[in-house]
């Protein structure tokens, strides 16, 4: 039978409180960090979007602004990509294993009729794990 005591004891024990400890040590610098970055995200944002259309003569920002900024993360993330070590890492469709093909007869939209003209095509692709 347990009694009452024992959750309170094990909270005001040592190594609890050693616990607790470690994870504030780890948790505030983490949830600063987010902070950052969201407060960066926001920052980004409005100069981006408002403030640089603007800067460049625009009154108001045109409709067709968020297209210049897609193309020039698109072309950062492909110079990242291309140059700094890694390549972006590992290909999935390198990294899949594929078996042979499944037979017919184990394929179950052959017997479908509206199917049956596309089935022996979905069933011969190679299945990857």
Known sequence: MTTRAEPVTLLRSRSYLGLLLLAAL??????????????LVSYL??????RLPHGLGFV????????????????????????LPGNGGPSP?????????R?????PVSSWPRWRHCASDWCSAPRCR
């Open 103 to 107: 037979h017919r007869r184990h394929c």
């Open 93 to 101: 469709a390198a990294a899949s294993r594929c078996t042979a093909p």
């Open 26 to 39: 780890l948790g505030v610098p983490v949830s600063a960090s987010a902070y950052g970055f969201l407060a």
């Open 45 to 50: 944002q409005k100069e981006l979007f408002t």
């Open 60 to 83: 108001s920002t045109p409709r067709w602004w968020p297209l210049p900024v897609l193309l020039a993360g698109g072309v950062l993330a492909g110079l990242a990509i291309s140059y």
